[in-house]
C-alpha cells in the first residue's frame, strides 16, 4: 500500500542532507523553518550532532511570519548570529514552509550577502525529495560557489558523495587506507573532513572518486569546469565479501546505487551467479543496468524478494522483518540514511 509503513521509518529529507554536506565547514547554516525540522536534522539525521559542534539554526517562523513572508526578519536574526560566531560563509536551506509561501532564495541570497559580508549559499530544498536529491545539491552549489581555478597537484584525489548519511567514521577512515594503498598521497574527503579551503583548492585533484550518487552532479560540474575526471567507486565493498561463499548465488544487493553497484562487481567477480542492485534513493542512468530495481514502499522490497530467487540479500538488517518468510542468507550491509541506526557503511 502506497505510504505505508509497518517496519522502516521515514526516510531523511533532502534538508538533512543539504545540511550533513555543509555541517562540518565552518559556516552559519540556518533551515528556514519553525524548528520542527532543524531539530529533526539535530536530533535523528546528523549523527556528528553530539560529538562536533556546527552552528546550525532554525530561523524559527512564527505563523505570522510565514504568512506575511517576512524576509527582514530572518536577516535581522541571520545578521546578528553572524556578528556572535566567526563564520566564513552562510547557507540558507529550505523545508516545505519556505516551498509553500513561496520564498524567493535568489533575493534571500542577496539580502544575506548585503548585510553580513559573507558569501551566502541558498538550496530551496523543500522536504519532499530525499536526503540524497539535497546533499546533491549542496555538493553542486558548494563547488559552485567556492571552488577557484587551479593546477592538478600530483597524487591529490577528490572523494565526493560522502556523508553521515551513507557511511561512518570507520568507513571514511578505511576509504583513505585504501586510497593510500593505491598510490594517492593526498586524500580530500568532502563532507567528512575537508574544510572549506580543501574546497576552495578542488581543481588541485587530479582525479575525484564519487562514492555515493549524491556527489556525482558536483563531479560532473567539476570535469566541465576544470577537466577534473572522475570515476564511481566505493573502495571498501570487497571487505564485505571476506566471509561468505558466493560462487553460485544468486544475489540481492540494496544500498545506495555506488556501493551496491561496486558490491556487484566484487560478488560477479567472486563468481556470484546473478547480482540484482536495488535502491531506496537516486539511481542515475549512467550507473543501472537492466533488472536493477527502484524502491519506494515497503511491499516493493517483499514483492522482489519473492519473486526473485535470491539465496543472498546484502543489506540492512532493518529490512529483514519485510521478508519473514525469506529462507536464505541476510549479509548485513548498514545503511544509516535508512535504519537510523550508526554502523559500517
Given at each position: 500500500?502506497?505510504?505505508?509503513?509497518?517496519?522502516?521509518?521515514?526516510?531523511?529529507?533532502?534538508?538533512?542532507?543539504a545540511?550533513?554536506?555543509?555541517?562540518?565547514?565552518?559556516?552559519?547554516?540556518?533551515?528556514?523553518?519553525?524548528?520542527?525540522?532543524?531539530?529533526?536534522?539535530?536530533?535523528f539525521?546528523?549523527?556528528?550532532?553530539?560529538?562536533?559542534?556546527s552552528?546550525v539554526?532554525?530561523?524559527?517562523?512564527?505563523?505570522?511570519?510565514?504568512?506575511?513572508g517576512?524576509d527582514?526578519?530572518?536577516?535581522?536574526?541571520?545578521?546578528l548570529a553572524?556578528?556572535?560566531?566567526?563564520?566564513n560563509f552562510?547557507?540558507v536551506?529550505?523545508?516545505?514552509?519556505?516551498?509553500v509561501?513561496?520564498?524567493?532564495?535568489?533575493?534571500?541570497?542577496?539580502?544575506?550577502e548585503?548585510?553580513?559580508?559573507?558569501?551566502?549559499?541558498?538550496?530551496?530544498?523543500?522536504?519532499?525529495?530525499?536526503?540524497?536529491?539535497?546533499?546533491?545539491?549542496a555538493?553542486?552549489?558548494?563547488?559552485?560557489?567556492?571552488?577557484?581555478?587551479?593546477e592538478a597537484?600530483?597524487?591529490?584525489?577528490?572523494?565526493?558523495?560522502?556523508?553521515?548519511?551513507?557511511?561512518?567514521?570507520?568507513?571514511?577512515?578505511?576509504i583513505?587506507e585504501?586510497?593510500?594503498a593505491?598510490?594517492?598521497?593526498?586524500?580530500?574527503?568532502?563532507?567528512m573532513g575537508?574544510?572549506?579551503?580543501d574546497?576552495?583548492?578542488?581543481?588541485g585533484?587530479?582525479?575525484?572518486?564519487?562514492i555515493a550518487?549524491?556527489g556525482?552532479?558536483a563531479?560532473?560540474?567539476?570535469?566541465?569546469?576544470?577537466?577534473?575526471?572522475?570515476?564511481?567507486?566505493?573502495?571498501?565493498?570487497a571487505?564485505?565479501?571476506?566471509?561468505p561463499?558466493?560462487?553460485?548465488?544468486?544475489v540481492?544487493?540494496?544500498?545506495?546505487?555506488?556501493?551496491?553497484?561496486?558490491?556487484?562487481?566484487?560478488?560477479?567477480a567472486?563468481?556470484?551467479?546473478?547480482v540484482?542492485?536495488?535502491c531506496?534513493?537516486?539511481?542515475d542512468?549512467?550507473?543501472?543496468?537492466?533488472?536493477?530495481v527502484?524502491?519506494?514502499?515497503?511491499?516493493?522490497?517483499?514483492?522482489l524478494v519473492?519473486s526473485?530467487?535470491f539465496?543472498l540479500?546484502?543489506?540492512?538488517?532493518t529490512?529483514?522483518?519485510l521478508?519473514?518468510?525469506?529462507a536464505?542468507e541476510?549479509?548485513?550491509?548498514?545503511?544509516?540514511?535508512?535504519?537510523?541506526?550508526?554502523g559500517?557503511?
Open positions: 500500500m502506497k505510504g505505508l509503513r509497518k517496519v522502516l521509518t521515514p526516510f531523511a529529507p533532502d534538508q538533512s542532507g545540511v550533513s554536506v555543509l555541517y562540518a565547514l565552518g559556516g552559519v547554516v540556518v533551515v528556514i523553518d519553525a524548528g520542527g525540522c532543524t531539530g529533526n536534522i539535530c536530533g539525521d546528523e549523527p556528528r550532532w553530539l560529538s562536533q559542534k552552528a539554526f532554525s530561523a524559527g517562523l512564527r505563523d505570522m511570519d510565514a504568512i506575511m517576512r527582514d526578519r530572518l536577516i535581522d536574526k541571520l545578521a553572524c556578528d556572535q560566531i566567526e563564520a552562510v547557507a536551506i529550505g523545508t516545505p514552509v519556505p516551498a509561501i513561496g520564498t524567493d532564495f535568489r533575493a534571500l541570497k542577496h539580502m544575506a548585503k548585510r553580513t559580508g559573507l558569501p551566502v549559499i541558498s538550496l530551496p530544498t523543500d522536504g519532499m525529495a530525499l536526503y540524497d536529491r539535497g546533499a546533491s545539491a555538493f553542486a552549489a558548494l563547488f559552485e560557489a567556492f571552488a577557484e581555478p587551479g597537484v600530483a597524487g591529490r584525489v577528490g572523494v565526493l558523495g560522502a556523508t553521515p548519511l551513507d557511511m561512518d567514521e570507520k568507513t571514511a577512515e578505511t583513505t585504501r586510497l593510500k593505491a598510490g594517492w598521497r593526498e586524500i580530500v574527503i568532502y563532507g575537508a574544510d572549506l579551503p574546497v576552495r583548492r578542488a581543481a585533484a587530479k582525479k575525484n572518486l564519487v550518487p549524491s556525482l552532479e563531479a560532473r560540474r567539476l570535469e566541465a569546469r576544470f577537466g577534473t575526471p572522475y570515476e564511481a567507486a566505493y573502495p571498501t565493498a571487505r564485505l565479501i571476506d566471509g561463499e558466493v560462487r553460485g548465488r544468486r540481492l544487493v540494496v544500498h545506495q546505487q555506488v556501493a551496491a553497484c561496486a558490491l556487484r562487481e566484487q560478488l560477479l567472486a563468481g556470484a551467479r546473478s540484482t542492485v536495488g531506496w534513493f537516486m539511481m542512468p549512467a550507473l543501472t543496468q537492466a533488472g536493477d527502484p524502491l519506494a514502499e515497503e511491499d516493493d522490497f517483499t514483492a519473492a526473485g530467487g539465496d540479500i546484502v543489506a540492512d538488517p529490512m529483514r522483518p521478508v519473514p518468510n525469506f536464505g541476510w549479509l548485513p550491509f548498514p545503511h544509516f540514511a535508512l535504519s537510523g541506526k550508526l559500517q557503511g
